[in-house]
């Protein structure tokens, strides 16, 4: 959670399931190339005039469920040809903000 400020945080779990991001008037980065997932993991977002940057390993789908007013989401993410069902899906609500997954 970020409330006028910045978070950074980084995750290396071999099976990583998913988590909560927030974001009002501030910024959350999340570091997941180092972690794993065995099928599915789920992360839930809110942003407010703020934005979300998830980084994801090249072998992960990125799947948007975000609901966007005045806001955006960005999938950044380069198609892997190894990729074999390991998806992130991103669900939540972003205004006048943006939440990016990249590799």
Not at 22 to 35: K, N, Q, V
Not at 88 to 99: K, Q
């Amino acid at each position: 959670t970020a409330i006028l400020s910045g978070v950074n945080r980084g995750n290396n779990s071999p099976a990583f399931k998913g988590g909560d991001l927030t974001a009002i008037m501030g910024g959350c980065e999340i570091d997941l190339r180092e972690a794993s997932i065995e099928g599915e993991a789920i992360i839930d977002v809110f942003a407010l005039w703020g934005g979300i940057e998830i980084r994801v390993p090249a072998d992960w789908t990125v799947i948007s469920r975000v609901m966007p007013v005045m806001a955006g989401f960005e999938d950044k993410t380069r198609p892997s040809q190894t990729a074999v069902g390991k998806r992130l899906i991103v669900r939540g609500f972003v205004m006048m903000a943006g939440v990016e997954g990249k590799n």
